[in-house]
């Protein structure tokens, strides 16, 4: 399938099936933000000076507590994202995996109608733009499917 058709593809079911926008929360532009969200200064401490870029929380693992789904900038060129995942009194970081340099956009998307609870990451690093479909199993980002994420990120 060409590319664009398939990009074309996850537009549209991006905006017309959309569950719930992410609740954005731009830490790094938000003192507020890091006195108050403990899954935010879970990350802070375990990943000092890395910059957020753009957070967003939702049940992702699907035991009814809120996860934060977090892009951090790691070098000029080179952005990261995890999951800190909420047990309650104890959090966890899942693995790091890329993520789009810039125009960075989070969308929760339930795809295939059971739990636990997708994620849309899509952005661009210069004019190559790029998105992924991820769950958490296990605790760790599992990648579902993407279309040029590997040239934006």
């Known amino acids: 399938m060409p590319r664009m058709f398939l990009f074309s593809l996850l537009m549209l079911i991006v905006i017309c099936g959309c569950d719930e926008p992410a609740k954005e929360n731009h830490s790094n532009l938000d003192p507020e933000a890091l006195k108050t969200n403990r899954l935010l200064q879970h990350f802070v401490t375990n990943k000092p000076g890395k910059k957020v870029i753009k957070c967003a929380e939702k049940d992702l693992n699907n035991d009814g507590r809120e996860d934060l789904l977090i892009i951090y900038k790691v070098s000029k060129e080179k952005n990261m994202m995890c999951v800190v995942l909420n047990f309650g009194e104890n959090y966890v970081a899942t693995n790091e995996v890329p993520a789009p ?8 998307k339930d795809i295939d109608d059971k739990p636990p609870m997708e994620f849309i990451v899509h952005g661009s690093k210069g004019a190559k733009v790029g998105y992924a479909i991820f769950r958490i199993e296990r605790g760790q ?3 579902l499917f993407g279309e040029g994420m590997a040239d934006c990120c």
């Open 101 to 108: 340099v810039s125009n960075q956009v989070i969308q929760f």
């Open 141 to 143: 980002i599992v990648d």
